[in-house]
């Protein structure tokens, strides 16, 4: 690894407020994550204690409602923290990504005594989450899902099985989408569960090629019950309140995404300038420095576009096409930077002794989450020409 400190991202952010606490994950990133990242991930643990400090700092509830514990932020705010964090390591900026993922359809669609009573411990109170969508047979067809909710008594019943999900087996909360009514979208309702609930199991977590340290697991709802007070939402409205969140969670990969790239980007210019070869540095030669200029160009057009979508949210506009542009955009622009940055390195960037080689693997997986780049695509295209005719 080399010994150069990458420079700052200069942010232009809109408070005085929301410098003070990029200054505050900026250091949490270098003093905690950071320093960690290689040998927690290359054992496959899982840092508890940064979630439990994050909760502490008032860090995993930003874009949430103070009056139940949130930091009051616009998105705007809360994905350049995502990327920070994700900078220093992919698994804290995903996971914070998918915990707020996890709180969105209590926050938008729980009641007020819902919400007054679960999410002070969900957005401060040291608590992760988990959202549980995919099934093993069902991924980008989500409306297909199988897992069921009956109804007993004044509960439901929740029987089936949840695939690809991340926190899955250390989560406290999971948010859980099951049928309980016809085949289809309007047949879909939304439960939290809690992660302590009789016949609630989890499987080992999967072997992946990248974010060993975050678990990602199937999740097993063997008569799960729940009472009618942790349903959200209305009967058969979890499909829209599952859009909803993926609208969003989308732009939380997308700025990941970036958070990866530019990490990648600061190890490739430090690794250029203090190599030598030929008698000077290798960033000296045209052909090297052209590849730094693009990487560097992907990633700007790439931030760009997560905060326009951002910005749009935070208005109160519509922003779901901009947010599949985003996550698309930004993810395949992490996989070529970092793709870049191995070969910047050479024969150095395809061994675990420098960083490359793991933000190469990790970038791979977020053109797959929160919806592949091929339904990105599908989503963008529907806006653009309307809905694919059917015969």
Same mark, same amino acid.
């Given at each position: ?109 729980? &009641? =007020? ?24 047979? #069902?991924? #980008? ?20 099985? =949840? ?37 609630? &199991? ?5 072997? =992946? ?128 930077? &970092? ?11 395809? &061994? ?11 970038? =791979? ?27």
């Amino acid at each position: 690894m080399t010994d150069r400190a990458p420079q700052q991202v200069e942010r232009r952010l809109p408070t005085e407020e929301a410098r003070d606490l990029m200054a505050l994950v900026r250091d949490i990133v270098q003093g905690e994550i950071a320093p960690r990242a290689a040998e927690e991930e290359d054992a496959g643990r899982f840092p508890r204690d940064t979630f439990a400090l994050l909760s502490q700092s008032g860090l995993l509830g930003l874009p949430y409602d103070s009056a139940f514990g949130g930091g009051d932020q616009p998105y705007e705010v809360y994905l350049q923290v995502l990327e920070e964090l994700a900078a220093g390591r992919l698994t804290v900026g995903l996971g914070v990504s998918v915990h707020s993922l996890a709180c969105h359809a209590l926050a938008g669609y729980g &009641t =007020k005594e819902q919400q007054a009573e679960h999410l002070p411990a969900m957005l401060g109170g040291g608590l992760l989450g988990a959202y549980c969508l995919s099934e093993p047979s #069902s991924g #980008s067809d989500a409306a297909s899902l199988r897992t069921k909710a009956v109804r007993d008594g004044d509960g439901w019943v929740i029987t089936g099985t =949840k695939a690809w999900i991340t926190h899955g087996g250390i989560a406290d909360f999971y948010t859980v989408l099951a049928r309980t009514g016809a085949e289809g979208a309007k047949g879909i309702t939304a439960f939290l569960v809690p992660g302590d609930a009789p016949g609630l &199991t989890a499987a080992a977590p999967e072997k =992946k090629m990248g974010m060993k340290g975050s678990p990602t697991a199937q999740v097993h709802f063997d008569g799960v019950r729940v009472p009618d007070s942790r349903r959200l939402g209305e009967e058969g409205q979890g499909f829209s309140i599952a859009l909803s969140a993926l609208d969003s969670g989308r732009l939380g990969i997308a700025a990941c995404a970036i958070g990866v790239a530019q990490a990648a980007l600061d190890e490739a210019v430090a690794y250029a300038t203090d190599r030598r070869q030929f008698g000077r540095p290798i960033a000296d030669f045209q052909g090297l420095r052209f590849m730094l200029a693009d990487m560097a160009t992907q990633i700007e057009a790439g931030r760009s576009l997560y905060l326009a979508a951002a910005r749009l949210r935070d208005a109160g506009l519509a922003f779901s096409r901009e947010a599949a542009m985003a996550k698309l955009f930004c993810t395949d622009a992490a996989m070529r930077v &970092t793709t870049d940055a191995v070969q910047v390195l050479g024969g150095y960037g395809y &061994t675990a002794d420098f960083p490359a080689e793991r933000y190469l693997r990790e970038a =791979k997986v977020l053109q797959i989450v929160e919806g592949t780049n091929q339904i990105q695509r599908m989503v963008i295209a529907r806006h653009l020409a309307g809905p694919e005719t059917t015969r």
